[in-house]
């Protein structure tokens, strides 16, 4: 359904080139749910937006790649094709509700709006749909809560608008951006639940941007993991969490507090600074931050490639070797196996 290959989006800027994604590639069949992971900075949400071609042109840039949606390519498209296509076919839940939201209009007036541009249904028609998507994330009373401005929901509430909007056409490809962040942990499992039976009803596929972990664990079927906008890992869900090939996925999971280990165990917390994404380094990107880094990291910059069947990652380590420093970094921290998913 949705097939993006080598995609790079740079932004030109007075100081140079930022290469805020550098060559991503990935696939996703109906039905099916992919969780992009990574540090602020590392290139998801820039990533969604080129598929939804709404990053700002200029000073964007699409040197190479292509973004096809079923078999069209996305980055040739004309704006009254994309038009027809965002909020229809592919619909996006954003990161901000306080920006994504217009202050001047109706909340349930926005969410009908979208109905009517792209359903051919009538504007009572639209609002009832409207009032159900509020009703279907869990807003209470939303028939009157549908004539509120969004200055007038909390931070919680307008994140549950967005989604109601996301959802309100029933995309063929709906993009999570962060949609659970500003939720507690009751409306949190609500959402995904109600992202799940979407899945279910319509075969919808999902694109799932978040920090996090366990919500990628609970419901994404593969993973990519990303750092200075490429991919650095890419596999099942099981597969990553249970034996990830890539230093920087395994940082990623050992920094998280565990339920399966004693209350002494220490985190291991990634040291320093994503790199800048116009002054890279040589090399490998993750080899000043990289707790396995060898001298040959410091002058190979490694492609993403398959280690074992199925799952790939950017790293010059061998398998053996990933797997030997993984185990003695495990028995340092006092972790017995791998992560509990």
């Not at 009832?128 to 919680?156: C, K, M, N, T, W």
């Not at 890419?234 to 996925?249: I, K």
Request: glycine letters at 6%; charged letters at 25%; hydrophobic letters at 40%.
């Amino acid at each position: 359904m949705l097939e993006v290959n080598n995609l790079k989006t740079h932004f030109k800027t007075p100081d140079g080139v930022v290469k805020a994604v550098d060559g991503v590639s990935f696939s996703l069949e109906p039905g099916e749910t992919l969780g992009i992971v990574g540090e602020s900075g590392s290139g998801k949400s820039v990533t969604a937006l080129s598929i939804m071609q709404l990053n700002p042109k200029p000073p964007v840039q699409y040197p190479e790649g292509e973004i096809l949606f079923e078999g069209d390519d996305l980055l040739k498209a004309s704006d009254r094709q994309m038009q027809k296509i965002r909020g229809d076919d592919i619909a996006m839940i954003f990161q901000d509700p306080m920006t994504s939201l217009n202050p001047v209009f109706t909340v349930g007036n926005q969410i009908s709006e979208a109905v009517r541009i792209h359903q051919n249904v009538s504007r009572s028609e639209a609002r009832d749909r409207a009032v159900q998507a509020l009703r279907d994330v869990g807003i209470p009373r939303p028939e009157e809560r549908a004539r509120d401005y969004p200055h007038q929901f909390s931070g919680g509430m307008r994140q549950r608008a967005m989604i109601a909007m996301g959802l309100a056409c029933n995309p063929k490809v709906l993009i999570a951006d962060e949609p659970t962040t500003a939720l507690d942990v009751t409306i949190q499992a609500q959402i995904l639940e109600l992202m799940v039976d979407l899945q279910e009803k319509f075969g919808t596929a999902i694109v799932m941007i978040t920090h996090d972990l366990g919500v990628v664990a609970q419901l994404a079927d593969k993973v990519m993991v990303m750092y200075a906008g490429r991919a650095v890992e890419q596999s099942t869900t099981e597969q990553v969490f249970y034996d990830p090939l890539m230093p920087y996925s395994w940082s990623l999971l050992r920094s998280l507090p565990r339920l399966d280990t004693a209350g002494d165990v220490r985190l291991l917390p990634i040291k320093g600074q994503p790199p800048s994404l116009i002054f890279l380094p040589e090399g490998c990107n993750f080899s000043p931050r990289c707790p396995f880094v060898k001298d040959e990291c410091h002058a190979t910059d490694p492609a993403l490639e398959e280690k074992k069947p199925d799952h790939a990652a950017a790293c010059i380590l061998s398998v053996e070797e990933i797997e030997d420093r993984k185990r003695k970094a495990d028995e340092e921290l006092g972790i017995e196996g791998e992560m509990s998913a």
